[in-house]
């Protein structure tokens, strides 16, 4: 199936896909900037969907499914950058995608098969005053702003993803 770009906020995303993500993250309140910059990584032209500058976090965006070139040429750019990487696959709705950290998770193309569906969700923490972006699993969280792990009980929370969910899949673009 062909993507359809699609307009939201003032950018123009290359799918529905980006732009149910793009109304997630402002839901959220999470700084994002669409396609900030193209690199060349040994030869290979690379362009992620997003930056998240409050977490120097790059963000890229695939259907559920990804092929192994992909995923090569994605990990490659996760591993040249000192920037953390997440891959996202599927829809932003629970139960509906995958997350996965690369370059600094060490997760490589032969790794990716063995593991399971779900390695992480999103979270969001409240140490503090502003909620912070963590990456949520069954038997600990990672904050991706001071890159630190926890159980996962003291201090992710969920309270304002189910919101910027339904208002992700309910957001209605105009066709272009």
């Given at each position: 199936?062909?993507?359809?770009?699609?307009?939201?906020?003032?950018?123009?995303?290359?799918?529905?896909?980006?732009?149910?993500w793009a109304?997630?993250?402002?839901?959220?309140?999470?700084?994002?900037?669409?396609?900030?910059?193209?690199?060349?990584?040994?030869?290979?032209?690379?362009?992620?969907?997003?930056?998240?500058?409050?977490?120097?976090?790059?963000?890229?965006?695939?259907?559920?499914?990804?092929?192994?070139?992909?995923?090569?040429?994605?990990?490659?750019?996760?591993?040249?950058?000192?920037?953390?990487?997440?891959?996202?696959?599927?829809?932003?709705?629970?139960g509906?995608?995958?997350?996965?950290?690369?370059?600094?998770?060490?997760?490589?193309?032969?790794?990716?098969?063995?593991?399971?569906?779900?390695?992480?969700?999103?979270?969001?923490?409240?140490r503090?005053?502003?909620?912070?972006?963590?990456?949520?699993?069954?038997?600990?969280?990672?904050?991706?702003?001071?890159?630190?792990?926890?159980?996962?009980?003291?201090?992710?929370?969920?309270?304002?993803?189910?919101?910027?969910?339904?208002?992700?899949?309910?957001?209605?673009?105009?066709?272009?």
């Open positions: 199936m062909k993507p359809i770009e699609t307009e939201y906020n003032g950018d123009l995303f290359r799918s529905r896909l980006e732009a149910r109304v997630f993250f402002r839901t959220l309140n999470i700084v994002y900037e669409y396609e900030k910059e193209g690199f060349d990584i040994d030869g290979v032209r690379y362009l992620p969907d997003f930056f998240l500058p409050d977490y120097s976090c790059w963000v890229e965006i695939k259907p559920d499914s990804i092929s192994e070139k992909e995923y090569i040429k994605i990990n490659a750019f996760a591993k040249a950058t000192k920037d953390k990487f997440i891959l996202i696959s599927g829809t932003p709705k629970e509906h995608y995958t997350v996965r950290m690369l370059a600094n998770g060490n997760l490589d193309t032969e790794l990716l098969e063995n593991l399971p569906v779900d390695d992480f969700t999103l979270a969001l923490a409240r503090s005053s502003e909620p912070e972006l963590c990456l949520l699993c069954e038997h600990c969280a990672f904050n991706l702003i001071d890159k630190s792990t926890d159980d996962g009980e003291r201090w992710p929370i969920t309270m304002g993803l189910e919101i910027a969910y339904n208002t992700a899949s309910q957001e209605r673009f105009e066709n272009r």
